[in-house]
Structures are given as structure tokens and as C-alpha cells.
């Protein structure tokens, strides 16, 4: 399937255009798994047909599925909705498994009541014992180019969201990259600014938060997903750059925290895993690091921690064809003992890809029952 790329407008990476909904591929314990019936994968559309349509992010419950995107203004000739609400977070619900989406609407336009010019960075969580949907995003443009981290909440399926709350403190007004979690009320988004890794914690549902500075290690930091174990702790992955643009052999650190339940008391893992500089982007404008390191985490429900890392094919060479690793971890998963190589998850050597000439980039991760993993990357 054809996926285009652009250059990047915040951030340094994670920005793809939204085309089609994309289906997981199973991969288990040898990172195979049994073939998917054409017949069964449903593709669609979403965004606007004219849209400039970025940074899809997902999430679901047990009656509803929401994707999030980014919107820029688009081709009104293609459909007259895509030149409204540019910059901006906008959500789409369905309530049938995901055969059918509700139109684009926004979530927050003026978060806090404040006119931010534009919006980015979209991350969602579905707290599963309230039914609560929590938006997070990133809100900036102002004069003095301050960015501040936004959650948005609704009880209604992602109808509305009345409840808009900053989340990011003092110490932090270049906020980047947030990622959300939430459970039983708790919410918990981490976020970074040049080497402070932070974690921003809601005991009440999100109607306040308490900043904590987590971790001030390497030079530039980036949540790059999360997960909430049995005992409702929350584990991010975070994919750290060792100069500031990310460049070098190794370039990349990878690393997961956990942060207690309830809490802001917030632990780091030693580098689990390094990757050396990514390739050119193949346009004239990107952000940095754009197809750089990235990461992601996932937990079965027999505790087992997954990490996808993205890597070179020559792990010492610079800009070398990237491959997506998984590394798994069932116990002390704060040590980099804890942690063992899987191997690799993309096929980036099959037929369809001779002599490893693509590249993997983009891994994401979901774990279901013990030992049973669902992969995606882009290639």
C-alpha cells in the first residue's frame, strides 16, 4: 500500500499521512504468525478526502474504536470541509468495530480558553473501568514559541470533551512528544524537553496534574508509547538522542521507566538497546532524526514486556537500512539483565523487499494473551 511521507511541521518524526486504516499483523513467539484472509481486512479512508491529514494515533474499548489526527488545510475542491480547522486535533468514532467512522470533529479548539495557532502530536488513552476518553496533544504558536501539553477529556464515547486541562507546569514550555495512560481514574502523560524526561500525573481524572521531572539523561528525549501493567503501573518507552540532531554510530539510546501506581515516583532502565543515525529523509525539509530512532512497548497479560526497536541493518553504520528489533522482558524489566533479544520482526528480506533495499520504519506494538503479539511497521 502506497503511504506518503512529508516533511515533518513539529516534531521530528511519526508523521504520516492518513490514507487508510492499517491492519496489525500477528507475530508470535518466532515473530510468525498465520496468514491473514483478504476477505477478512477491511480498508478505509479516513480524514478528509482533501485533507492534509497527519500523525494518526488509535485507541478502542469493548464498543468503540476512536483515531485521532492531525488537521492541516487541504483541497476544498476534493471536499469543503478540508479547509476549516487547520492545526488541529481532531477525532473519529466508530461504534461498530470500526466498519463505519463518524465524520472529523475537533476536540479542543481553545484549550484552556487559550487561541494556540496550531495543534500537533496527538495521543489517546480509554481508561477501560470508567469508559473515560482522554486526548492528549501538544498546543503552541503563541509569542515566545512556548508549547504546552493539553488533555481533553470525555465521557460521552468522544462525543465532547468539556474537560480541557493543561497538563505541563513550570519547567517545561518547550513540551514535545506526549504520550498518554489511564486507569481507573489515574492519568498519566510523559513528555519531554531537550533532556528532561518528564511525567505529569491525575489522581482525580484528569481535572489536575502534578510535573515531575523523571530523568535529565542524554541530550534530546522522546516518549514513544506506554503501557499499564496488572498492578496499574505505567511503563513508557523512550527512544533518547545522544547529540542534538541525532546524528553519530550510535546516535540513539533506548530505555523504558516505570512510574508507580497513583504516583509520580518515576524509575529509569539502563539502554536496553542503541541504534546509529537514520537515513536522509527523501525530501528537502524535514525535521530532524525523521526517520531516526523510535520505539515501542507493549505488555501481554501475562506481564511479559515487548520493546520494538528500530536499528540499522549495519548497526555501526550510519544511515545504514533501518529493521525494527523486539526485545521481551517477564521479569526485573528495570535491568538491562531483564531484558532478552527476540530477534527480528520486519521482513524487510522477503520477496517483496530484495536484498533489504526498504526500509522499516514506524514499529508499534499491541500484546493480547500470553505470548501473543501484534506487530505493524511501514516500510
Known amino acids: 500500500m502506497a503511504v506518503m511521507v512529508s516533511a515533518s511541521r513539529t516534531s521530528r518524526r511519526f508523521i504520516l499521512k492518513v490514507l487508510t486504516v492499517l491492519v496489525a499483523v500477528a507475530a508470535a513467539w518466532a515473530l510468525a504468525g498465520p496468514a491473514v484472509s483478504q476477505a477478512a481486512v477491511i480498508v478505509q479512508r479516513l480524514g478528509y478526502c482533501g485533507g492534509d491529514d497527519w500523525e494518526p494515533t488509535v485507541a478502542s474499548d469493548s464498543t468503540h474504536v476512536y483515531i485521532l489526527i492531525t488537521h492541516y488545510t487541504g483541497n476544498t475542491a476534493c471536499d469543503p470541509a478540508s479547509g476549516q480547522n487547520n492545526s488541529r486535533i481532531m477525532i473519529q468514532v466508530s461504534s461498530d468495530g470500526g466498519k463505519t467512522f463518524s465524520a472529523p470533529a475537533v476536540v479542543a479548539s481553545t484549550p484552556g480558553g487559550i487561541s494556540y495557532p496550531s495543534q500537533a502530536d496527538p495521543s489517546i488513552a480509554v481508561d477501560q473501568s470508567t469508559g473515560a476518553v482522554y486526548v492528549s496533544f501538544l498546543a503552541y504558536g503563541l509569542s515566545g514559541g512556548h508549547s504546552d501539553i493539553y488533555v481533553a477529556k470525555s465521557t460521552d464515547f468522544g462525543q465532547s470533551f468539556p474537560q480541557v486541562i493543561q497538563a505541563n507546569a513550570k519547567g517545561c514550555k518547550n513540551c514535545d512528544h506526549e504520550k498518554i495512560l489511564a486507569s481507573n481514574n489515574v492519568v498519566y502523560d510523559a513528555y519531554s524537553q ?13 481535572a489536575t496534574f502534578t510535573q515531575s521531572v523523571a530523568d ?22 523512550w527512544g533518547d538522542c545522544e547529540t542534538s540532531n541525532c546524528t553519530g554510530a550510535p546516535a540513539a539510546d533506548y530505555r523504558v521507566s516505570e512510574t508507580l501506581a497513583a504516583t509520580g515516583t518515576t524509575t529509569f532502565s539502563p539502554v536496553l538497546a ?17 526517520f531516526g530512532a523510535q520505539d515501542a512497548i507493549a505488555v501481554d497479560s501475562a506481564g511479559t514486556i515487548y520493546l520494538a526497536w528500530q536499528t540499522g541493518q549495519v548497526q555501526t553504520q550510519r544511515k545504514s537500512p533501518t529493521i525494527i528489533n523486539l ?14 533479544l527476540v530477534g527480528r520482526v520486519d521482513d524487510k528480506t522477503a520477496s517483496n523487499c530484495p536484498n533489504a533495499a526498504c526500509y522499516a520504519l514506524f514499529p508499534n506494538l499491541v500484546a493480547a494473551g500470553p505470548g501473543q503479539l501484534f506487530a505493524t511497521w511501514m516500510d
Open 327 to 340: 526485545s521481551r522482558c517477564s521479569s526485573n524489566c528495570l535491568t538491562s539483565g531483564g531484558w532478552s
Open 274 to 290: 542503541q541504534s546509529p543515525q537514520g537515513p536522509d529523509c527523501p525530501y528537502s525539509s524535514c525535521g530532524f532524526a525523521y
Open 216 to 237: 535529565s539523561t542524554f541530550v534530546v528525549g522522546f516518549a514513544e508509547g506506554g503501557v499499564l501493567d496488572s498492578h496499574g503501573n505505567a511503563w513508557f518507552a
Open 194 to 206: 531537550a533532556q528532561y524526561h518528564f511525567v505529569a500525573v491525575s489522581t482525580d481524572g484528569g
